[in-house]
């Protein structure tokens, strides 16, 4: 298996700009996370959803920030509009509900906000 | 709620040294226990995992065990490699809370040759 895909790996954008990131979850896997790691504030779990439901979303910081899961093999996390202080590394994860709890991380997306 | 305490780091070693990262953890009932570990420029990925009490997870010679009376999970490896320098984060899966992890804030370890 390819494991979770995230693209862009690296997006440096402009203050204002509309930024997607995108999460392809391991085929089969049930759910999917959206965390954010910064120095200041470590690992922060953002939203997930079970079954391309949001289950939970009270960690996404503010109204600029959205989650979608239109299928089952593919998410996406839209910042619009960007701030400086979005910058970070933005991880997805995915698992499955007979997994033991497991989840498995893609390599990350890298935001940078000028 | 749940929560996962970690030690501050960062933890800086000679090759070859003990290695003992404490975790402890808060949670109502009895969670599922995890290492992950991130290795610069990358994801988190499962280091080892115990489902109850007095389980001992194990991989690549690291080692720790579900203490449920001291509600820790410490992490411990004999000798370390430089290869093992990375960050190390301790998690619980509280049941009835779907696949959702509580992760502690994460330990830095650097080892020197």
């Known amino acids: 298996d390819a494991g979770v895909i995230q693209s862009p790996r690296h997006e440096v954008t402009e203050m204002g700009q509309e930024v997607t990131l995108r999460c392809k979850p391991i085929?089969?896997?049930?759910?999917l996370f959206w965390y954010r790691q910064t120095m200041m504030r470590g690992l922060e779990l953002l939203i997930y959803?079970?079954?391309?439901?949001?289950?939970?979303d009270s960690g996404m910081p503010e109204d600029r920030f959205s989650a979608k899961m239109p299928n089952a093999s593919f998410s996406t996390l839209k910042i619009q509009p960007s701030e400086p202080r979005d910058s970070a590394v933005y991880f997805c994860?995915?698992?499955?509900?007979?997994?033991?709890?497991?989840?498995?991380f893609g390599p990350g997306t890298r935001l940078t906000v000028t | 709620g749940d929560s996962v305490t970690q030690m501050e780091g960062p933890v800086t070693l000679s090759e070859e040294a003990f290695l003992t990262i404490n975790c402890t953890y808060t949670?109502?009932?009895?969670?599922?226990l995890f290492w992950y570990v991130q290795y610069p420029g990358e994801g988190l990925q499962l280091l080892l995992k115990?489902?109850?009490?007095?389980d001992k997870g194990s991989n690549k010679g690291f080692e720790a065990t579900y203490r449920k009376e001291t509600t820790s999970f410490h992490l411990e490896k004999g000798s370390v490699q430089v290869s093992d320098s990375a960050v190390y984060f301790c998690?619980?899966?509280?049941?009835?809370?779907?696949?959702?992890?509580?992760f502690g804030g994460g330990t830095r370890l650097m080892v020197k040759p």
């Open positions: 115990a489902t109850k009490a007095d």
């Open positions: 994860a995915s698992s499955s509900s007979g997994s033991s709890y497991e989840q498995y």
């Open positions: 959803f079970n079954n391309n439901v949001p289950i939970d």
């Open positions: 998690a619980l899966s509280a049941k009835n809370a779907g696949n959702m992890l509580t």
């Open positions: 949670a109502t009932g009895y969670p599922s």
């Open positions: 085929s089969g896997h049930d759910y």
